[in-house]
Nanobody, 124 residues
Framework: QVQLVESGGGSVQAGGSLRLSCTAS????????MGWFRRAPGKEREFVAA????????EYADSVKGRFTISRDNSKNMMYLQMANLEPEDTALYFC?????????????????WGQGTQVTVSS
């Protein structure tokens, strides 16, 4: 089993920045793709970003391209999401997820471990 814990959420004003972190533990050797998803109030969970095991390949949702950067440090079993130029529309509960798929995945069904989420609130 893999356990994931997110941290780094908070409240910021529009235009601000935050960095989310995800700490993995347990059977981390089974983790390949890792990703971030979010769920805004009253909306479905949506894909934000994903990264391959070695960090070479990344995918981003169109809504965050150019503003968010995903990265990982396998030596520390950590993944990060650097968020810049935040908008009120980015307000959501952000989830870290991991997958045993080697290729980068963007759909939640392909991820088998999830964190509890960290709240990001952006005010205008």
């Amino acid at each position: 089993q893999v356990q994931l814990v997110e941290s780094g959420g908070g409240s910021v004003q529009a235009g601000g920045s935050l960095r989310l972190s995800c700490t993995a533990s347990g059977r981390t050797y089974t983790i390949y793709t890792m990703g971030w998803f979010r769920r805004a109030p009253g909306k479905e969970r949506e894909f934000v970003a994903a990264i391959s095991r070695q960090g070479i390949n990344t995918e981003y949702a169109d809504s965050v391209k150019g503003r968010f950067t995903i990265s990982r440090d396998n030596s520390k079993n950590m993944m990060y999401l650097q968020m810049a130029n935040l908008e009120p529309e980015d307000t959501a509960l952000y989830f870290c997820a991991s997958s045993w798929y080697v290729t980068v995945q963007t759909t939640p069904e392909k991820f088998d471990a999830w964190g509890q989420g960290t709240q990001v609130t952006v005010s205008s």
